[in-house]
């Protein structure tokens, strides 16, 4: 087995999760506990600059560094769609047990990782002020905005490196690179926010140069470990890219990204409409946004996981695994949201008083926002969840088109919502955007996933031959 061959710095690939043989739960959920911790740690770069910014500065300069959010989810999403493309590419071959295609894989990822990170940079710093523009920012907080994200954006390179080395890992069984390299970076970033900030008085300006310099070490940290292992390529010709794997990476990621680019599209509309409104509106959305996604996080770790553990046993053939898989971790993940659910429905105001200055004149009416859209939202989960996990099935089975389809459905959810129901329902209609999005992509990704694996039992070819 390939697991005898692989080595992973000094420890041996038979220390990593493998996820060909045990209960498919137990396995899953071993391997995404350290996702969840990283997650969540990844969430607290951008949540520790919320927080500091809106004790320390005023909910002002919060509105400022959340105004134009989804971008920087594009971005992120981006990285992610690359990232899980190429880690269902690496732990198929796992399964398959060919190491000369995974060093090929690798190389090829750093190829095409550099060129597209240092591409989408120059575009969007040298498009600073239309993006500022479509987003709608408020004038009084623009000379802000534009400090905070010309800084951010120069992050693009460490995140894209980042996320694809630690997919890389993750695709042979390796999840906790992901927590070290999370831990420590956000460890950096409170340090540098409450130096920066609150020490130098820097502003928003210090927000944005601690999260780079937190995003660059947990890159340093990811790279360590990638380049030690023996699937580190070492000859310049696995570094050239191949035709034939571009064409691989293509089919399965670009349906992916214009998944999310179609999302992005819809949440920034949702998000200029917010700007729109008032700093308190865009300060209330964002902070509970920062909320939920700790909760999604927990979700998308599992959805990583699960992604892993259906790749590795394609690759061995073995589908009942993955249809038995599949339906065990859809419900413990429910049971997982329900807990979730009570936590936040109970909490939300204390969650909400995390962000925000009670001495600040916007205070009442940005904390009402936060509340109501954070326990709406969490509701959604019940169907956020098995959506998730459906939808990385699907992708994971090689059919990443029916997620883009879904992508277009949920634009018209979003806008139905924004433009139709909130004449009905008012603000409510913008904290339901995002569940109706949900509820139109659960069919389209579930129905596809149940009768491309009940195929899949009747035929031996797997889908990457």
Not at 146 to 153: A, E, G, L, Q
Not at 239 to 248: C, S
Not at 325 to 337: E, F, P
């Amino acid at each position: 087995m390939l697991e005898k061959k692989i080595s992973i710095g000094k420890s041996k690939w038979k220390q990593d999760i493998d996820m060909l043989t045990g209960k498919p739960v137990k396995l899953v959920m071993l391997f995404s506990l350290p996702l969840v911790f990283g997650n969540i740690f990844q969430q607290l770069y951008y949540i520790t600059d919320a927080v500091i910014v809106g004790k320390f500065i005023n909910i002002q300069a919060l509105a400022a560094v959340n105004s134009c959010s989804w971008v920087i989810w594009l971005f992120n999403a981006i990285a992610r769609d690359l990232s899980s493309t190429l880690s269902i590419l690496v732990s198929y071959n796992v399964g398959k047990d060919n190491r000369d295609r995974l060093k090929k894989i690798v190389g090829n990822a750093g190829t095409l990782t550099l060129i597209l990170a240092l591409t989408l940079t120059i575009l969007v710093e040298s498009n600073l002020k239309l993006i500022f523009q479509i987003f709608k920012v408020p004038s009084e907080i623009l000379a802000m905005t534009r400090d905070y994200f010309f800084i951010i954006f120069l992050g693009i390179p460490f995140i894209f490196i980042y996320n694809v080395a630690v997919a890389l890992l993750r695709g042979i069984g390796n999840s906790k690179i992901t927590l070290y390299a999370i831990s420590t970076s956000t460890i950096i970033n409170v340090g540098l926010d409450l130096l920066f900030i609150v020490g130098f008085g820097w502003g928003v300006k210090g927000g944005a140069i601690a999260t780079v310099i937190a995003q660059f070490m947990a890159m340093l940290i990811a790279l360590v470990p990638l380049c030690k292992s023996s699937m580190f390529p070492r000859q310049r010709s696995d570094w050239k890219l191949e035709q034939k794997l571009m064409r691989q990476i293509a089919e399965l990621w670009l349906p992916m990204l214009v998944n999310s680019a179609v999302i992005s599209l819809g949440g920034s509309l949702v998000s200029s409409q917010v700007n729109a409104i008032g700093p308190f509106f865009t300060a209330g959305v964002s902070s509970a946004t920062k909320i939920f996604t700790l909760l999604e996080s927990v979700i998308m770790a599992i959805q990583t996981g699960l992604s892993v553990f259906i790749g590795q046993n394609l690759g061995a053939g073995k589908i009942k695994r993955v249809k038995k898989g599949v339906y065990q971790i859809i419900l413990v993940a429910l049971i997982i949201t329900a807990v979730l659910n009570i936590f936040v429905q109970i909490f939300a105001p204390q969650l909400a008083n995390i962000f925000l200055l009670r001495t600040d004149e916007l205070y009442d009416q940005t904390l009402r926002v936060t509340v109501t859209n954070v326990r709406v939202t969490t509701l959604g989960m019940f169907i956020m969840t098995p959506m998730y996990l459906y939808r990385v099935a699907i992708q994971t089975l090689g059919h990443p088109k029916y997620p883009m389809y879904a992508a277009f459905l949920q634009l018209a959810a979003r806008a139905f919502s924004i433009f139709v129901l909130s004449i009905y329902i008012g603000e409510y209609a913008y904290y339901l955007a995002t569940v109706l999005a949900w509820l139109v992509t659960l069919p389209v990704v579930a129905i596809p996933y149940n009768k491309n694996i009940r195929d899949l039992e009747r035929r031996s070819r797997p889908f990457l031959e």
